[in-house]
């Protein structure tokens, strides 16, 4: 008889359990889809590295499924309680003709069975298809294509999900039947007549507390742009303890301040029902600014997370279209050894040259594999007479911000120095025309792009500079310059005639010695990454970086970051829109009573519609709006850091990042005031 009660009363609140229903089927689907990206190799051509790099994806987001778990568990506690909370007086009802409270028990754990069984199933389904989407954006994103035809199905990933959400189900069940338990028949009975209390009634309060709030994050918003993020120390975190409470004290005062600003404008608080809806809006959001305060704080992660991710993926993606001018780059470093018999060539004082010619010794089949290369050797000065600071002299040009926070003194920063015939060298390399310098003629290049702007101001301005006791005129390349296979190891690289450097080189000390190739075909790459690897010579170390290598450990971290960036982004605004929508489709029921009031006193469907539908809309967008806010300062912040690597575009990210809040969060206000529409449609029908 009670699971008849409990399919019956599933049935007839379908509606209620609409919201409720969509959104555990898109944590199901999400949840799914997301931990089948493991098995994901398994119909995929990958390589060896690949495959190894998509294993170590699944693990991460096996990590980070915990803590979407315990969201989802909120999020459907949360949803549990809206629907207790608006069936009270039923059981009420039951409790009057008799029913004991375990029975009462007994039929929401079974409506919360069957609601959450049939979510299962449906969510399955639907993983497996964005399952299927993502198998082929993986597909892409590596480079390769799908193996065969037909529906991909994870077994270990649904393994893992009806699992977890078994124990999501059970932990709400008996969190549910606690509640249920709990009820007084007198207190379900007179649960509709309960009124609100306003947690903020003085204007002056409201006003002061409002200000307050705004100088708050205001306050961090300036330290966090003066600031920056490239030091998490003290100052950061007052940033964030300032516009955390500046959040909260904003949501806690806006209501009563809003309503009297309102009332202030006689005109617009008497038109039409804005009276009845500032006040509903007043009063939901009194009770629920602490709900709606973390709602905030959980959309500007979403949307900070999300936008910044796929910004750092295109970015990563573009520094390494920058610095991968060579097949092969490898570095070459000279080591000390014990062994006192041991040559000059492989002891600490060998030279670039020698390091290059036991380097291809090492290699027996150095000629076949290789068509060319390049040796560049930096060098520095130990007195650290060529720094930053010198080099820009009196010219005045201010130092990138995203550099300048790195250093206490620019006197402290380095400046190398290389010859004009191993830069022309290695511009040929790369297919560049070379460069041509007078005697007294110096050319500035650096490998960060956000550097190269600087240098070209400083050339323009600079009246010389003292290298080393001679005074030279400064140049600058206008394009970045890489002389490995790395990224972003030089602020600023001097290149002199070789006839200067030869007359100074007493004074500089070796810095690196970098040996540049280009491979014969993609074959001989892989083979001589492979041969280099392996080379070894007494005191002396190799390090290999491949064009391969590097574009496939870059595809690795974009798919980390931008896999995560879509897992958590997607579930915090499915997660946000949800507790906003059930929240007002909560307040519509509880506010039914008034509503037929506005219906007994002659207002019309359509005012009453506009009505319900400036509510939700004010609700849904006040937290965005101000998450938005909060996400424009953190995005500027972080990509004034993310410069450092490589050129930003946020652009394309956050057209991704709007498209999906368009989607998700906007379905889901229409969702709900569809939803809201009905509820008021059918008092409308009874009242008539």
């Not at 005129?473 to 006839?499: F, K, Q, W």
């Amino acid at each position: 008889m009670y699971a008849r009660i409990a399919l019956g009363n599933v049935r007839r609140s379908i509606k209620d359990f609409g919201i409720y229903f969509l959104t555990l089927v898109l944590g199901v689907a999400v949840y799914y889809a997301f931990n089948s990206v493991t098995q994901q190799s398994a119909v995929l051509s990958l390589s060896g590295g690949m495959s190894t790099i998509v294993r170590e994806l699944g693990a991460i987001i096996r990590a980070v499924s915990v803590f979407v778990a315990v969201l989802l568990t909120f999020l459907v506690l949360f949803g549990n309680r809206f629907l207790i909370r608006r069936r009270k007086r039923e059981f009420a009802i039951y409790l009057t003709l008799g029913m004991d409270r375990r029975h009462v028990s007994g039929i929401v754990a079974m409506e919360s069975l069957v609601v959450g069984a049939g979510a299962l199933v449906v969510g399955l389904a639907v993983g497996v298809l964005l399952s299927q989407a993502l198998l082929y954006a993986t597909a892409r994103l590596f480079n390769t294509h799908v193996t065969g035809f037909g529906l991909m199905f994870s077994s270990q990933a649904c393994v893992y999900t009806v699992v977890s959400f078994a124990i999501i189900f059970l932990v709400v069940g008996v969190l549910n039947v606690l509640e249920v338990s709990r009820f007084r028949l007198i207190d379900l009975m007179n649960a509709d007549r309960k009124a609100e209390k306003s947690l903020v009634r003085n204007l002056l309060l409201s006003v002061t507390l409002f200000v307050v709030s705004l100088v708050l994050i205001g306050v961090a918003y300036h330290e966090l742009r003066v600031n920056g993020m490239y030091v998490i120390d003290w100052r950061f975190n007052l940033a964030t303890a300032l516009v955390t409470v500046g959040t909260f004290l904003l949501f806690f005062s806006v209501s009563g301040f809003l309503l009297r600003l309102g009332q202030s404008a006689r005109g617009f608080y008497l038109h039409g029902l804005n009276m009845f809806t500032l006040r509903q809006l007043s009063s939901r959001v009194n009770s629920a600014w602490v709900s709606i305060s973390i709602v905030c704080a959980a959309l500007f992660l979403a949307i900070t997370s999300t936008c910044g991710g796929f910004a750092l993926v295109s970015s990563i993606n573009q520094s390494v279209s920058d610095i991968t001018h060579y097949d092969v780059s490898v570095a070459m470093y000279p080591q000390a050894i014990d062994d006192a018999s041991a040559s000059v060539e492989t002891t600490q004082d060998a030279s670039g040259s020698e390091m290059e010619k036991l380097l291809k010794a090492s290699v027996p089949d150095w000629d076949s594999l290789v068509a060319d290369s390049a040796r560049i050797d930096l060098y520095t000065d130990s007195s650290m007479r060529l720094n930053l600071a010198a080099l820009r002299g009196n010219t005045d040009v201010e130092v990138p911000d995203s550099f300048a926070k790195y250093t206490n003194s620019l006197g402290k920063v380095p400046i190398h120095v290389t010859s004009l015939s191993q830069y022309n060298a290695t511009l040929a390399l790369r297919g560049e025309e070379p460069a041509t310098l007078k005697p007294d003629e110096a050319l500035v290049t650096t490998d960060m792009t956000n550097m190269v702007g600087f240098w070209q101001r400083v050339a323009v301005k600079s009246d010389g500079f003292d290298f080393l006791g001679t005074t030279m005129r400064l140049r600058a390349r206008r394009t970045g310059m890489e002389y490995s296979n790395a990224v972003n190891t030089s602020v600023g690289t001097i290149v002199v005639p070789d006839g200067v450097l030869e007359s100074k080189r007493a004074q500089l000390e070796p810095f690196s010695n970098y040996l540049n190739v280009k491979a014969r075909d993609s074959r001989a790459e892989a083979r001589l990454y492979k041969e280099v690897a392996r080379a070894h010579q007494p005191g002396l170390l190799f390090e290999a970086n491949s064009k391969s290598s590097a574009k496939e450990e870059a595809v690795g971290l974009t798919a980390i970051i931008g896999y995560l960036a879509l897992y958590i982004g997607f579930v915090l605004f499915v997660s946000c829109a949800a507790i906003l929508a059930i929240q007002q489709l909560s307040d519509v029921a509880e506010s039914a009573p008034r509503y037929r009031v506005l219906f007994d006193l002659g207002a019309e469907r359509g005012m009453v519609n506009h009505a319900i539908l400036m509510q939700i809309a004010t609700y849904f967008l006040f937290p965005l709006v101000v998450a938005l806010a909060h996400s424009y300062v953190a995005l500027g912040v972080l990509g004034s850091v993310i410069n450092t690597l490589g050129v930003l575009d946020f652009l394309r990210p956050l057209g991704i990042t709007m498209a999906i809040v368009l989607v998700l969060y906007g379905g889901y206000f229409l969702l709900t005031y569809g939803m809201a529409r009905g509820v008021l449609g059918e008092k409308a029908r009874r009242r008539e």
